[in-house]
Structures are given as C-alpha cells and as structure tokens.
C-alpha cells in the first residue's frame, strides 16, 4: 500500500511519520521549493529570519513527547523571550510560563526532520485529482494525483490532503464529476469545509540601522494596525549582526491591505513600531510576505471532517483543531491513524 500525502507543512509531515513507522509507504506532495509550510523562515546572512510562525507551545502529552525528541535531536530549542504587551497605548511587561519554542537552525527544522529520508516530490503542485473506485483493464482502482504540468503520479491506495480549506475545495471539485460513484462523497466534503476558517496575515521584517533601545523581545499587540512584534536576533540560534524586527499585521489590516505595496507595508510597520516604543527607528532593509491563510478565524467553527472510508481519504491540516503549530502535528497523526485502522 503507498500513500500520498499533499503538503509537506507541519501536518503532512506528521502523517507521513506516523505511516512510515508503521510500515507504510508513503509519498508527499508540496508546490512550494522546500518542505515546511507556514512554519518557514528565510535565510538572512549567516542566519535565518522567521516569516511565518514565531514559535510554538507544547499542551498535549503525545506533543510534549515529540517536542522532547526534537530538543534532544537538536532541530528544536525553547526561546526564553521576554515578552511585553501593547494595549490602550500602554506598552507593560507579559509575564507568563509558558515554554516556547522554535526551529533550529530555521522554524522548519522539525519538518525536515520529520520527513527524512521519505520521498517528497517539491516544486509539485497538486492541480487534480482522479479516484478511481475501480480497476479498469487498462488502469489500476485508487487515487491519481497530476501537478501543474499534468504529469500524473499514482494510483495511491489511500491519500491525505493538509492544505487550506479554500485551497482543497477547488482541488476536491477537480476530483470528481457527476455520475461517477464518488461524487456525492466528494461533494459532501467540499459543502463541510469553511473558507472563512484562515484569515490572511501581512509580515514584514525590518533590518534596523541601529538596534532598538528595549528589553522587550517580543509584544503581543492586543489593538490596532499590528498583532506581534519580535526581535529576531533574541532567538536562539538566529544570531545575526544587525537588529531584524518582525511585524505580523492583525487579520483585519491585511485583509484591507491585501493588495498593498511592500513599500506602504514597511512604511505602516515602521510607524507603528515608533508608536509602541516610542522611539525613531531608520531601517536599513526589509521583507514583506503575505500569508493568504494564515491563523484561525475566532468568528468560524469548523466541523470535524470524518475520514472517508470507502475512498480512503484523509483531511488534516491546523485549521481543523482551533490552529497552531500543535494542532496540525496531532490533526496530521490522527489522519494517519485513520487510514492505518482501515488498512
Ligand atoms: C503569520 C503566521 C504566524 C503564526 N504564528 C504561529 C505561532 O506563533 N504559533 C503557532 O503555533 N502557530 C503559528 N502559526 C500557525 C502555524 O504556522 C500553523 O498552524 C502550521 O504551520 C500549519 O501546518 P499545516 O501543515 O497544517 O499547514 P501548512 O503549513 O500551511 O502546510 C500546507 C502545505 O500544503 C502545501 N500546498 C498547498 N496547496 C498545495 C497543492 N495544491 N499542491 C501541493 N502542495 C500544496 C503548502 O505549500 C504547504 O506547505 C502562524 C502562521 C502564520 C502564517
């Protein structure tokens, strides 16, 4: 039995794990250059800046565990920030004891390790699918994946997607059509997902000319233009020679913002960081991405997306367990499980 995976973010990665260690054997799928996701950093010099998340918590014991194995295999150390809030123009110390942790040497250290040695197709994006309930004489029954040059991989006797609700609704309805035996299943899947579920998110790191007089490392900023602010060089591991700071605008400034110019984003993170800390800042050089799906949609519930088990098909993905790094790593074993119990 081969299974495909398609994303090779945090959940993909977990899935993948999870089935190789049983036995199976598995193929993963992701259109972007390197394995990772929204955990993704560039790098910057001799080091890395961190685009997409910042760090990650540890609250389940199966998770805690893995975090154990990383920390031990050295892909992963804890950030000991000190961390500030921003709130009613009042800048305050955020005391807390909550264990943070990154990526070592990049946020997408974990993933990598996760998914050594497995086969894993970049650069291929996923652009249809093709089930097939049963074998012809000519073509074998399972899952047909072709990327954008419409080169097909497969059959795949089961398969688990990790991407964005938005994005699987339009691969899902390349999957299928009507009169064929799945396609009520199919379609039954689709009317479940939520595409409000992942809100965009603006990021723009900063290189400043002069490091910033603060002993902040981080600011959760509770209202305004901006959400998080993060001292990049305050991680450990990501030692660089000039101060690099990353701005992550709330969800609703990105979304108004969307199609704005990386030149009006870093103008806008500028003054808000002079706003907060009350200081002039010069910087030198900057990097904006936009992350169209981002973090979760407090206002949106998502239903749990049952496992599908007449076409063997797995949803995982953050977005179905409330967001966060420690979500896609459990939503990706739970897929996995789900497809060893029908194997
Ligand atoms: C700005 C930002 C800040 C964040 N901050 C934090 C934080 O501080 N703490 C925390 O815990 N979490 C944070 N997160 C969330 C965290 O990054 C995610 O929860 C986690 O990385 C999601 O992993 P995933 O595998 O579910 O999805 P993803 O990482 O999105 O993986 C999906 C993969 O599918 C691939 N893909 C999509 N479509 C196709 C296709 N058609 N064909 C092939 N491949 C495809 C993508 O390239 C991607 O690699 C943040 C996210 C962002 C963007």
Not at 157 to 164: D, R, W
Not at 298 to 316: C, F, I
């Amino acid at each position: 039995m081969t299974v495909a995976v398609i994303g090779a973010g945090m959940a993909g990665a977990a899935a993948a794990n999870t089935l190789t260690m049983a036995g199976i054997q598995v193929e993963i799928f992701d259109k972007g250059r390197a394995p990772g996701g929204r955990m993704s950093s560039k790098r910057s010099g001799q080091s890395y800046l961190d685009l997409g998340a910042q760090y990650f918590t540890a609250r389940s014991a199966a998770f805690v565990q893995q975090v154990e194995q990383w920390l031990a295999a050295g892909v992963v150390r804890r950030w000991p920030a000190d961390c500030y809030q921003y709130q009613s123009g009042r800048l305050s110390e955020s005391v807390d004891d909550t264990w943070r942790y990154i990526g070592c040497p990049a946020m997408q250290a974990p993933v990598k390790a996760l998914l050594d040695k497995k086969p894993v197709h970049l650069d291929c994006r996923i652009s249809r699918l093709r089930y097939l309930q049963e074998s012809s004489l000519t073509e074998a029954a399972g899952w047909y994946l072709f990327d954008q040059h419409n080169t097909s991989f497969g059959p795949y006797q089961a398969l688990i997607t990790t991407l964005p609700p938005v994005q699987l609704q339009t691969l899902l309805a390349t999957g299928s059509h009507p009169g064929e035996p799945a396609y009520g299943d199919i379609y039954g899947l689709i009317s479940q997902l939520q595409p409000q579920v992942l809100l965009p998110c603006w990021a723009v790191n900063m290189q400043l000319a002069a490091p910033l007089q603060t002993r902040a490392d981080a600011v959760f900023v509770k209202d305004g233009n901006i959400s998080w602010l993060a001292r990049q060089n305050s991680k450990p591991g990501r030692a660089n020679s000039s101060d690099n700071w990353l701005v992550h605008f709330s969800p609703q400034c990105s979304a108004l913002h969307l199609q704005a110019e990386p030149v009006q984003l870093t103008a806008l993170a500028k003054a808000e960081m002079e706003l907060i800390f009350q200081q002039t800042i010069s910087v030198s050089s900057a990097l904006t991405h936009r992350w169209l799906y981002a973090q979760i949609n407090p206002a949106v519930t998502q239903v749990k997306v049952d496992y599908n088990q007449g076409m063997k098909l797995a949803v995982a993905g953050d977005w179905l367990l409330g967001g966060r790094v420690e979500n896609a790593w459990l939503s990706g074993v739970t897929a996995a499980k789900e497809v060893l119990a029908d194997v």
